[in-house]
């Protein structure tokens, strides 16, 4: 079997109202090397840490830099 990466990109997305987006920040992003085919991301209360799931393998825990 062949493995195939898939990149994953993980965004902020701030709301000003509903539906209207004031700010998108990209928080992570990756070639598939790290994990491949993200698809669900979740950031601590503090905003420190980061678990990012997937369809295919296990949580990806990262630590977020302070901005």
């Known amino acids: 079997m062949r493995s195939v ?6 965004m ?3 709301m000003s109202s509903p539906w209207n987006a004031l700010k998108v ?3 992570y992003s990756n070639d598939g090397t790290a994990i491949s ?3 669900v991301a979740v950031v601590d209360a503090n905003e420190t840490a980061m678990l990012i799931g997937t369809v295919a393998s296990n949580a990806y825990y990262c630590e977020l830099k302070s901005a």
């Open 37 to 39: 085919a993200a698809s």
């Open 25 to 27: 920040e990209e928080i």
């Open 12 to 14: 902020r997305v701030t």
């Open 5 to 10: 990466l898939a990149a994953k990109q993980v």
